[in-house]
C-alpha cells in the first residue's frame, strides 16, 4: 500500500517557513475553531437598527415553510424564550452580532483579516461563516420579537452573502484554492443562511445563492480532495454542504430539488458514508485529531438534525449514531482537567493544542439530548464543567452552536457514577481512568486500523501506543502535540515533526510503539494501512482493574520490519499499568526497541527505572522488567526540552522477544510501586508482582511460547494482592486455592475456591493475609 501523502496548505508552509508569529498563525484554520473571538457583551443597540429605513421584501409563497434547516417553530419558541431571559448563550451571540452590525464586509480579494468589528474571508471562508450565520440565527430569534434589530442583522447577513458568493471577476474566490479546501466555510455557511434569511431575499438573490452553493459542490465533486473517501475534514465539509443544500433548496425557485436529496441520501449517505461510519466509527471520535475534529465531526452531525426537521427522515434511527455517539467519546477521552481532549492526530502548533472546545461539548449534548440518549443528563453536567475550565472568551464555533444546540437549563445529573473504562469500537480505542475526580489518572489506548482518509496522513501512524495523564500532567505523552505545544518554538518545532513523519528518511519513531529497524532494509514505523486487521481483542473493566490487548498490530507497520506484535494492558486503578508486549522482527538481526516518550526530563535511578521529572514536579516512573537486562536510553527529542523518549532495547537481538514494562503515575516518587516477576512453582506462564506500602497486585499472563495457559499452574507471592490472570481459556471453570503464599489454579478442579474465567479469557480475585480468596466482580 502506498504511503500517505501529507498536505500542506500554503498558509501553513508560509508560517513555518518564515517564522511567522503564532499569534497570526493561530488566526489561520487548520480545520478547527480559531482566531480571536469577540467577548460576551451586555445588550447594547444593534447598528443604527433605529434609524434603517431598509425593508425586507414582502415574503413569498415559496417562504412560507421556512426555516426548513433546524429551526422548527418548537425550536424558534424556546430559542426566544432564552432570548427573553438573556440566557449566558443568547448575551455571547447577540454581542457577536452587535459587534457585526456596522462592519465593513471585505470580498475574497480584500482583506482577510481586518480590524476589529469588521468582516473579511479570514483563512478561505472561516471568516465569513461565523458572521453570517450568527447573523442569521440573531435575526431568526429577534424576528418577531425585535423587528428594527433583526431587519439590521439581516441587511448585514446578506452583505457576507453578496460578497460570498461573487461568481466572476477579481473578487470571485478561487474555488479550487487547496483542493476545494472552502467549501467548509462557504458551501455550507450559504447553504445554511439560504434557507435562514430566505424570507429577506429577494428570488435574484435566491438564485445567486442557490447557484454558488452548487458550483462549490460540482467543483468539490470533480477536483476536491478527499472526495472519494467518506472519512476527513475535506469531505465533512462536502457532506454537510450536499446535504443542507438539497433539504434547504426544497420548496424554492430550485427545480432540482428532488435530485439533488436523491443523490445525497443513495450516493452519498446510504452507499458512502453511513456504511463506513457503521465499520469505523461506531462510538465517536475523529480519527485525524480534535484540531480538525470540532468542525468536521458537526459537519458530519448536522445533516442528520437538518434531514429531521426538513424531511422527517430520521437517519439516526436508520443506523448514523455518530452525531449521538459522539458525546460518549468525548466524555471519556477527555484528560481529567475537563480541558483537554486526548490529543492524537494532527495538531498544529499553539499554547493548547488539543484544548476540548465547549462548543463541542455543547453540541455533543444538543445531539444527544434530541434523541434522548441515556447519557444526556449526565453529559450536560459534564459540558458545563468543560466550559468552566476552558474558561476566556468565546470560541470561534461557541455562541453560534451554544445557542443552537446548548440550554443552559436542559436536564442534569452526576456523573461520577458513570463507567470508568469505555471503547470506541469504530476507531478501536479505549479511553479508562481511576476516577472522574479532575486530577484522576487517565490513559488512552489505540489499536484499529487506518480510518482517515490514507491521501491524507492525519490520522498519524500510532496504532498499539499508550498515552498516561495524571489530571493534566502527561506521564506517557503523545509527542507529536506536545512537541508544537507552547507559542515559543512551536511552529519550528512542528516543521521537524512534519520531517521526522514524512519526510523522505522519516522513521516515525515518535510513538510510544514498538519499532524494528533491519540492516539495510526499509525504515521502521508504521503506514497507512486501512485493510489492517488490527483490532482491540480483549477489553474487561472492573472496579479495580481494567485489562486490554490489541491484537495483529504487525499489520499497522511497513512491510519487512515487524512480522508480529500484540501488546496487553493491565491497569491496575488507580495509577499503575502493566504493559505486556510480544514482538517478532521480520529480521532477527533487526535494531528493536520500544520507545515510550516522557513529558518531564527523565532520571535513570536504580535497577533501570526511570523517574520522570523532579520530586517537586513529578510524572510519574517507568520500570522495565523484561527482557532481562534490558538497556534504557534517553533522548531530548529535538533538543527543545519537552520531550524525551525512553528507548528500551533487549540484551541481545533475536527475532521474538517478550517485553514488560511498568508505569507508575503516582504524585510522587516515595509512592512509586516495586515490581518485580512472579516465581512459578507449576505449569506454564509469566507474570508480574506490584507492591506498594498499602496495596499489591499481581497480574499473569501466558507464556512466551504460547498464547494461552494451559493446565494446571501455581506461583508464589509474599503479599496479599489483588490477582488478575489473563489469557486463561474463556469461560473456563477453575477451582483456586491459597496456601501460604502460593496460589494454585487448577483446570475444573474440585478443592479450593471455585471460579469461572470471563468471555475474555480472565480470571481476578483477591487473597488476604489469611489465604482467603474473594473473587472480583
Not at 442569521?136 to 441587511?155: E, F, G
Not at 467519546?329 to 494532527?346: A, I
Not at 494501512?529 to 491484537?551: C, I
Request: charged share 25%; proline share 7%; net charge neutral.
Amino acid at each position: 500500500m502506498a504511503e500517505p501523502r501529507r498536505r500542506l496548505t500554503v498558509a501553513w508552509l508560509t508560517c513555518l517557513t518564515w517564522a511567522a508569529s503564532l499569534a497570526a498563525c493561530a488566526a489561520q484554520d487548520w480545520g478547527s475553531p480559531a482566531g480571536t473571538p469577540a467577548s460576551p457583551a451586555p445588550a447594547t443597540p444593534a447598528g443604527n437598527a433605529s434609524a434603517s429605513t431598509w425593508v425586507p421584501p414582502p415574503s413569498d409563497t415559496a417562504a412560507k415553510d421556512r426555516p426548513r434547516l433546524f429551526l422548527t417553530a418548537e425550536v424558534l419558541t424556546a430559542l426566544r424564550e432564552r432570548a427573553r431571559g438573556n440566557a449566558p448563550s443568547w448575551v455571547a451571540l447577540r454581542a457577536r452580532c452587535d459587534d457585526y452590525a456596522d462592519a465593513q464586509v471585505a470580498y475574497p480579494d480584500g482583506a482577510d483579516y481586518p480590524s476589529k468589528g469588521n468582516i473579511g474571508e479570514g483563512y478561505q471562508g472561516q471568516g465569513y461563516f461565523g458572521p453570517l450565520l450568527e447573523l442569521s440565527l440573531c435575526h431568526q430569534v429577534l424576528r418577531t420579537v425585535d423587528a428594527n434589530r433583526a431587519t439590521v442583522y439581516a441587511r448585514k447577513a446578506l452583505e457576507v452573502l453578496d460578497k460570498m458568493s461573487e461568481k466572476d471577476g477579481p473578487h470571485a474566490v478561487p474555488m479550487e484554492r487547496d483542493s476545494v479546501y472552502g467549501i467548509r466555510f462557504f458551501g455550507a455557511g450559504m447553504a445554511i443562511a439560504y434557507d435562514w434569511l430566505h424570507a429577506v431575499m429577494s428570488p435574484e438573490q435566491r438564485r445567486r445563492i442557490d447557484d454558488a452553493v452548487q458550483r462549490w459542490i460540482e467543483v468539490y465533486e470533480k477536483r476536491g480532495f478527499g472526495r472519494d473517501h467518506p472519512q476527513g475534514n475535506y469531505f465533512a465539509g462536502y457532506y454537510a454542504t450536499k446535504a443542507l443544500s438539497a433539504l434547504g433548496s426544497e420548496s424554492s425557485e430550485s427545480t432540482d430539488a428532488n435530485e439533488r436529496w436523491r443523490d445525497f441520501f443513495e450516493r452519498v449517505h446510504q452507499k458512502s458514508v453511513a456504511p463506513f461510519y457503521a465499520a469505523h466509527l461506531a462510538g465517536g471520535g475523529w480519527p485525524e485529531g480534535w484540531g480538525y475534529g470540532t468542525l468536521a465531526s458537526l459537519n458530519m452531525s448536522l445533516p442528520a438534525w437538518a434531514a429531521r426537521t426538513a424531511k422527517d427522515v430520521d437517519l439516526v434511527r436508520a443506523g448514523f449514531t455518530y452525531p449521538v455517539d459522539q458525546a460518549k467519546y468525548l466524555f471519556h477521552f477527555s484528560w481529567p482537567n475537563r480541558r483537554t481532549l486526548d490529543d492524537r492526530g494532527t495538531i498544529h502548533a499553539s499554547d493548547t493544542p488539543s484544548a476540548f472546545d465547549p462548543a463541542l461539548a455543547y453540541g455533543a449534548w444538543g445531539f444527544a439530548s434530541m434523541w434522548k440518549d441515556p447519557i444526556a443528563p449526565a453529559f450536560h453536567r459534564f459540558a458545563r464543567e468543560v466550559k468552566e475550565a476552558a474558561g476566556g472568551p468565546p470560541t470561534f464555533l461557541e455562541p453560534l452552536v451554544g445557542m443552537l444546540l446548548w440550554d443552559e437549563q436542559g436536564a442534569d445529573a452526576p456523573f461520577d457514577d458513570q463507567p470508568r473504562a469505555y471503547l470506541a469500537k469504530g476507531m478501536q480505542t479505549v479511553a479508562m481512568r481511576s476516577s472522574w475526580r479532575k486530577d484522576a489518572v487517565w490513559a488512552s489506548f489505540s489499536a484499529g486500523p487506518y480510518v482517515n482518509n490514507p491521501d491524507s496522513g492525519e490520522m498519524l501512524f500510532d496504532q498499539g501506543s499508550l498515552s498516561v495523564v495524571r489530571g493534566d500532567r502527561p506521564l506517557l505523552a503523545y509527542a507529536p502535540t506536545r512537541l508544537v505545544k507552547g507559542s515559543k518554538d512551536g511552529a519550528r518545532v512542528e516543521n521537524q515533526v512534519y520531517a521526522a513523519l514524512f519526510g523522505d528518511k522519516a522513521e516515525r519513531a515518535l510513538f510510544n510503539v514498538f519499532y524494528a529497524k533491519p540492516p539495510d532494509g526499509p525504515r521502521p514505523g508504521q503506514i497507512a494501512n486501512v485493510s489492517a486487521k488490527t483490532s482491540v481483542g480483549v477489553f474487561e473493566d472492573r472496579e479495580p482493574f481494567v485489562v486490554v490487548r490489541g491484537d495483529r498490530l504487525e499489520e499497522t507497520y511497513r512491510p519487512g520490519t515487524v512480522a508480529a506484535w500484540t501488546r496487553q494492558i493491565a491497569f491496575f486503578r488507580p495509577s499503575l499499568f502493566v504493559l505486556d508486549d510480544r514482538t517478532e522482527a521480520a529480521n532477527g538481526r533487526a535494531d528493536q526497541w520500544l520507545a515510550f516518550h516522557l513529558s518531564q526530563r527523565p532520571h535513570v535511578t536504580h535497577h533501570a527505572r526511570v523517574d520522570a521529572g523532579d520530586a517537586d514536579d513529578y510524572g510519574g516512573a517507568l520500570i522495565p522488567l523484561l527482557p532481562r537486562g534490558a538497556k534504557t536510553t534517553t533522548v531530548d527529542i529535538f533538543g527543545v526540552h519537552k520531550v524525551w523518549r525512553a528507548e528500551i532495547r533487549p540484551p541481545a537481538k533475536a527475532r521474538t522477544q517478550r517485553w514488560c514494562t511498568v508505569f507508575d503515575a503516582s504524585a510522587s516518587p516515595q509512592d512509586v510501586a516495586a515490581p518485580s516477576l512472579v516465581a512459578f512453582t507449576e505449569g506454564k506462564a509469566r507474570g508480574a508482582l506490584l507492591r506498594r506500602k498499602d496495596a499489591a497486585y499481581v497480574y499473569v499472563a501466558a507464556p512466551d511460547e504460547a498464547n494461552r495457559i494451559e493446565g494446571a499452574f501455581a506461583y508464589t507471592v509474599p503479599t496479599a494482592a489483588l490477582h488478575v490472570i489473563a489469557d486463561v481459556p474463556p469461560n473456563a471453570s477453575y477451582a483456586l486455592l491459597a496456601q501460604g503464599r502460593t496460589v494454585r489454579a487448577v483446570p475444573d478442579g474440585e478443592n479450593g475456591t471455585k471460579m469461572q474465567a470471563s468471555a475474555q479469557g480472565i480470571l481476578a480475585f483477591r487473597v488476604s493475609e489469611d489465604g482467603k480468596i474473594e473473587p472480583v466482580p
